[in-house]
C-alpha cells in the first residue's frame, strides 16, 4: 500500500501515519517529491484492517497494491489450476460442456434433455431444482424432486450434473445429489451461501453477478477458498448494460483478464450472456478463442414449451450443430496458444 500526503501535511501528521504503521507491525518508508511526500507500507496490508489510513490528519489518499484477493490471484498461485469432478478435468487440454434445461421441469422432459446432451458430447447435465426467478408468480422449480431427477438422469447417462443452490440450508442437501453446486448471479456476494459452499467437499461454479466487478467477483471466490474448498470454476454470464437488445451483455473481455488475475478455470454462460438462442452459436464459439475453459449452454426438447428461458434455450439440432463447431474450434485452439501473456 502508498499512502500518499496532503501538499500542506506537516512533519508531525507523517510523524502520526508512521506511528500508525509501525502500530500494526507495519514498516513505513517515507520517499519525497518536490510537491508531495508518501510513505510506502511494507508487509501484509490486511493488518491495517482496522486502521482508517485515508482518515488520519494530512493523508490525501492510499492506493492499494497488492490484490485483497489471495487464494484466487495468480500472484501468489501463478500456474494454472483446474477442478476434476468425476474423472472429467475443468481447466485442462480440452474445453468442457454444460447443457441442459433452464429447470428441472418433469422426470420425461429432464430424462429427453439428458439423451440429448450426452449425444451432443457435453460432459455435465445442467438444470435449476431451485431456481431463482425475477417474479414470486414465475415457476420456481420442483426443488427435492428436481434433485432426484437429476441424480436419475447422471445414472442413466453417466452425465455429471450440475445445479442451483439458493440458499444456505439447501447446501447439504443440494450437495448430496450434485457434481458441482452453481452460485448464481443474483447470489455472488451473498457472503453466507459462499461460506456455506466453501465448507463442502463438492467444486462450486461461481457465476458473474448481474453488476459484479471482476475484483468483486474474485473475492467472492476467495470467500469459498478461505473456507478450505479450492475447487472453484468461475463463470462469466454477462452484465447489466445500457444495451437493451441482449439480455445481458456477454464481456467476453473477462475471460483474458480472469485469465491474467487468477489461476481458476473461467467457463462462459453465452446463453444468460444473451437472452437469445441464435445469439448463443458465434458468442459460443467466441468464448473458446477467447481462452474459455468451457461452456455453460441451455437447451429444450421444446424451448417453445419451456417454462423458463425458451428464449435462449437452443433446440436439440441447434445444439448439435453448436457443438460440432466448439468440438473443431477447441482441437484448433492449444491451450498453450491462450495462456495470458508475459506472465513470468
Ligand atoms: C441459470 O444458470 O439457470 C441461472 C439462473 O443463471 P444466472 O445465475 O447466471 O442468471
Ligand atoms: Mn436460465
Redesign the pocket.
Known amino acids: 500500500m502508498v499512502i500518499i500526503m496532503n501538499p500542506e501535511a506537516t512533519a508531525e501528521h507523517i510523524k502520526g501515519v508512521i506511528e500508525a504503521i509501525e502500530g500494526a507491525g507495519l514498516e513505513a518508508k517515507v520517499m519525497e517529491g518536490t510537491q508531495q511526500k508518501i510513505v510506502g507500507v511494507i508487509g501484509d496490508k490486511s493488518r491495517l484492517a482496522s486502521v482508517p489510513v485515508d482518515a488520519l490528519p494530512g493523508v490525501e489518499t492510499s492506493v492499494s497494491i497488492s490484490k485483497s484477493y489471495k487464494l484466487a490471484s495468480r500472484e501468489f498461485h501463478p500456474k494454472s489450476s483446474s477442478v476434476m469432478v468425476g474423472g472429467v478435468e475443468i481447466g485442462g487440454e480440452v474445453p468442457v460442456v454444460m447443457a441442459g434445461p ?2 428441472v421441469e418433469s422426470k420425461e422432459q429432464l430424462f429427453e434433455a439428458a439423451e440429448i446432451v450426452k449425444k451432443g458430447g457435453a460432459q455435465f447435465l ?1 438444470g ?1 431444482a431451485y ?2 426467478r425475477t417474479s414470486p408468480y414465475s415457476f420456481q422449480g420442483l426443488e427435492e424432486k428436481g434433485l432426484e431427477y437429476l441424480a436419475e438422469a447422471r445414472e442413466r447417462t453417466g452425465l455429471k450434473v450440475v445445479t ?1 443452490v439458493t440458499v444456505v440450508e439447501a447446501v447439504e442437501r443440494v450437495a448430496h445429489y450434485a457434481d458441482v453446486l ?1 452460485v ?3 447470489n455472488m456476494q451473498n457472503f453466507g451461501l459462499l461460506k456455506a459452499v466453501g465448507k463442502c467437499d463438492k467444486p462450486v461454479l461461481l ?1 458473474r453477478g448481474l453488476a459484479a466487478t471482476l475484483e468483486e467477483w474474485l473475492n467472492a471466490a476467495e470467500y469459498i477458498m478461505n473456507e478450505g474448498n479450492p475447487n472453484v470454476v468461475l ?1 462469466e ?1 454477462g452484465i447489466r448494460t445500457y444495451e437493451t437488445y441482449t439480455r445481458n451483455t456477454l464481456d467476453l473481455s473477462a475471460v483474458a483478464a480472469v485469465k491474467h488475475l487468477s489461476h481458476l478455470p473461467i467457463i462462459v ?1 453465452p446463453s ?1 450472456g444473451t437472452g437469445k438462442w441464435r445469439m448463443v452459436k458465434p458468442m459460443a464459439f467466441a468464448s473458446i478463442a477467447a481462452g474459455a475453459d468451457g461452456l ?1 449452454m ?1 437447451v429444450h426438447p421444446n424451448p417453445a414449451k419451456a417454462l423458463s ?1 425458451g428464449p435462449q434455450s437452443l433446440t436439440p439440432e441447434n445444439y448439435y450443430e453448436v457443438m460440432a463447431g466448439v468440438k473443431k474450434l477447441s482441437g484448433f485452439m492449444t491451450r498453450e496458444g491462450i495462456e495470458p501473456m508475459n506472465l513470468q
Open positions: 433452464c429447470a445442467r435449476g431456481k431463482p442451483e452453481q448464481g448471479a443474483r457465476k463463470c454470464r454462460d444468460h455453460m441451455e428461458d
